[in-house]
């Protein structure tokens, strides 16, 4: 099956840098990849919907300026969180899809900001 | 707009019970229906799927039906181990994947 890989899977930084979380489709091309945000306790949200070559699409509510994402091939899209604050601290979820799989997702980015 | 509901937990379950973790949805399409489990410090892992009414996904021993007429995809399994302990999410696929909240499974010995 498809296989979807999410780095890293843990990052502690200080407040006010950013940080870069990256997901990679191993075996398959994905135009679309799709981040999701879950708290402690709660369902996942999605965040974006990263497509290659063009403009993310965020979720009413998801700062753009302060989750940027990028998606310059057909295998990776990266995250970066801005100038995090503690309240960004969230485990953080890539996905792709291929029509015979379904949705893969990675395996989560646990981020603590201090 | 889609969404799903889904039990809380925690269920706790003595090895060798029976689980049900129930699961309804309310959508304006077709979606396809998903069960996805995530372990402790891990993301996702698609667990059983069905994509269309009356079909019934399996896998690991777990089991959920399509069931249109009562727009449920319940989740089962007829003999929970230790290691089936994680967390359980019910998800909806039409144009976006919409997620229950997660119902938290822990199976004692």
């Known amino acids: 099956g498809a296989v979807v890989s999410q780095h890293p899977s843990r990052v502690i930084c200080k407040s006010g840098t950013s940080v870069k979380i990256e997901c990679r489709s191993l075996?398959?091309?994905?135009?679309?990849m799709f981040w999701y945000r879950q708290f402690p306790k709660q369902s996942l949200m999605l965040m974006a919907t990263s497509n290659e070559g063009s403009k993310a699409t965020y979720e009413q509510g998801v700062e753009k300026d302060k989750f940027l994402i990028n998606h310059a091939s057909l295998t990776l899209s990266t995250l970066t969180v801005t100038s995090a604050h503690p309240e960004d601290s969230s485990f953080y979820i890539c996905s792709a899809s291929r029509r015979e799989d379904g949705y893969t997702f990675g395996s989560g980015t646990r981020l603590t900001v201090v | 707009g889609n969404s799903v509901t889904q039990m809380e937990g925690p269920v706790t379950l003595s090895e060798e019970a029976f689980l049900t973790i129930n699961c309804t949805y309310t959508a304006t399409g077709y979606p396809s229906l998903f069960w996805y489990v995530q372990y402790p410090g891990e993301g996702l892992q698609l667990l059983l799927k069905a994509t269309k009414a009356d079909d019934k996904g399996s896998n690991k021993g777990f089991e959920a039906t399509y069931r249109k007429e009562t727009t449920s995809f319940h989740l089962e399994k007829g003999s929970v181990q230790v290691s089936d302990s994680a967390v359980y999410f019910c998800?909806?696929?039409?144009?976006?994947?919409?997620f229950g909240i997660g119902t938290k499974l822990q199976v004692i010995p």
């Open positions: 998800a909806l696929v039409d144009q976006k994947v919409t």
């Open positions: 075996d398959f091309q994905a135009t679309t």
